[in-house]
């Protein structure tokens, strides 16, 4: 599997694996993640516009999706936490992590290819998202609390530093 930045003519693929993500959450009880339309293709668009889109590619069909942010600009919804970060040092965020069903091992390798770029990540997920907490916990990320997002909603925070 090869991660690659997305271009504007992965948006339809993208959408379609996002899609197939979100009837997995429901599957697995998560019936709130990713409703009212989001992400929506503005803002996958966006993430591919600001050089943060990635697709996961596995013999030229897309099988993956996710945003990898790093930068002087931390995340605003990160600045506030009921709870404490590990650290305040310089980190990464992943949002927007979705696979289909086609091949396994999607987040594993996002989160490596994350790593590869910056040793301290921070990442958010629904409550309801427990295959994705189980995840986290499995792969070393320590919860650090809770946050909220723009539109007021609560999301478990988790981190990982690697020294």
């Avoid at 009837?23 to 943060?52: A, K």
């Avoid at 990442?123 to 919860?143: A, C, R, S, W």
Wanted: with cysteine.
């Amino acid at each position: 599997m090869q991660i690659q930045l997305a271009t504007p003519k992965d948006v339809d693929q993208i959408l379609n694996i996002i899609d197939q993500a979100r009837t997995i959450m429901r599957e697995n009880g998560n019936l709130t993640q990713w409703s009212n339309g989001y992400p929506s293709s503005e803002i996958i668009l966006e993430d591919i516009h600001n050089g943060h889109g990635y697709i996961c590619v596995n013999e030229q069909e897309i099988v993956g999706y996710f945003c990898l942010m790093i930068g002087d600009n931390p995340d605003p919804n990160y600045s506030k936490i009921e709870g404490n970060w590990l650290n305040d040092k310089p980190y990464g965020v992943i949002h927007r992590l979705a696979s289909g069903r086609k091949v396994r091992g999607i987040a594993q390798k996002a989160f490596e290819f994350a790593f590869e770029k910056i040793n301290n990540i921070r990442v958010d997920t629904h409550h309801e998202n427990l295959p994705m907490q189980n995840f986290l916990k499995k792969i070393g990320f320590e919860y650090c609390g809770i946050i909220y997002v723009s539109d007021g909603t609560p999301r478990d925070a988790f981190q990982k530093n690697i020294l």
